[in-house]
């Protein structure tokens, strides 16, 4: 049995007409008998039938042309950016080609190997200066006297004559 | 009692679907993009100015849509409804649009007021055909719709003014279906409040 809230419920329903038969027709019945549900009804109905009549807001007449210049700006702007790299690309690409040619042209490089008679053989030259003897290095032994004395030494015979053992582990 | 819907944009018999003509741009044809501008400037005119309320903002959204269709072609995939793509974007730029304003008046009454309660029960003093009869101008339709908070504003405007259906709605705005008819169903009792003040003042 339908009362007001549940009558509410199956508002949108009834205004999309998405009711099953049975249901519209237990609805519409109770509305026949409740005037305040069915005020709320058709109020809503009729707020809907306001908004689908609404003015309908077209664009102005110089929309085309300004889309039509934006697009156009975008496209000119995308070729834009793409023509610094371009001449980047070619500006460093020529560089390159003229620092080789002026390479190839004005220096030894690219040139055949000259057999000169002038040019002394690597196995020829030797590192040993003539007429020098290598020095000798000789490995000395330190006197007992030279060696200086353990600091400790003292202290551990003092320490031994005590009882004190500061070496060995602790049991 | 029921209200005949407003038809969307749709091709008709042997024009070609939004769907073909967006892949025959996708490959380069702009005579397709020039169709699918003309056929729906129109109706993305009328969502964008309802959505934001003013003409001139409408139509910069409205170019920046299109100039984005343009760009971004080869991101629309053929697995959504051409119609959905474009109102999504249409409708995230007004979006952007409402919090850009927003952030300028950061505060304001009269969206204070306009929070998004629960209905009340209608007023017993206003007979229903006094509320039928009653002129109430668009201005103060716009009025009413522009009191919504964006969220209830957007899916009433796809709903009862651009006629899609829930599904598509839900596609659109992003939302689960359930989602988009409580929203609906909310926006229209607000409206209807609105509406009703204005009658009886």
Request: proline fraction near 5%; hydrophobic fraction near 35%; charge should be positive.
């Amino acid at each position: 049995m339908l009362d007001s809230d549940k009558a509410k419920m199956l508002l949108n329903d009834y205004i999309e007409d998405t009711l099953d038969p049975a249901t519209r027709n237990e609805l519409e019945a109770f509305l026949q008998t409740d005037a305040e549900c069915r005020t709320f009804f058709r109020e809503a109905m009729d707020t809907r039938r306001r908004l689908q009549s609404l003015s309908v807001v077209t664009p102005s007449e110089q929309f085309d042309e300004v889309l039509r210049q934006r697009i156009v700006a975008y496209v000119q702007e995308g070729e834009k950016t793409s023509h610094p790299k371009r001449g980047v690309s070619v500006m460093v690409s020529g560089g390159v080609l003229l620092a080789a040619l002026y390479m190839f042209f004005f220096t030894d490089i690219g040139m055949a190997p000259s057999h000169d008679e002038h040019v002394m053989p690597a196995s020829t030259i030797s590192t040993a200066v003539p007429g020098m003897k290598p020095a000798v290095q000789k490995a000395t032994t330190p006197d007992k006297a030279s060696i200086p004395k353990d600091s400790m030494e003292t202290n551990i015979r003092k320490d031994a004559q005590k009882g004190i053992d500061l070496i060995s582990d602790p049991k | 009692m029921t209200f005949k819907e407003k038809p969307a944009t749709r091709p008709t018999g042997t024009q070609p679907s939004d769907e073909e003509l967006i892949a025959r741009f996708q490959q380069g044809d702009a005579y397709a993009y020039d169709l699918l501008v003309k056929r729906y400037k129109d109706p993305l005119m009328n969502y964008i100015y309802r959505f934001v309320g003013s003409r001139t903002d409408a139509e910069d959204i409205l170019q920046e849509t299109f100039l984005r269709m343009y760009k971004n072609k080869h991101y629309y995939r053929e697995i959504a409804k051409f119609s959905t793509w474009i109102y999504t974007i249409a409708g995230n730029l007004a979006k952007t649009e409402l919090r850009k304003r927003k952030r300028r008046h950061f505060f304001s009454i009269n969206n204070y007021m306009s929070t998004d309660k629960d209905y009340e029960l209608p007023d017993k003093n206003i007979t229903p055909d006094k509320y039928a009869d009653s002129t109430i101008t668009d201005a103060e339709i716009q009025k009413a719709i522009e009191k919504l908070s964006p969220k209830f504003r957007q899916v009433i405007l796809l709903r009862d003014i651009q006629g899609f259906s829930y599904e598509e709605i839900a596609n659109i705005v992003n939302i689960p279906l359930g989602t988009v008819k409580s929203r609906v169903n909310r926006a229209r009792l607000r409206l209807q409040q609105d509406l009703k003040k204005i009658v009886r003042d």
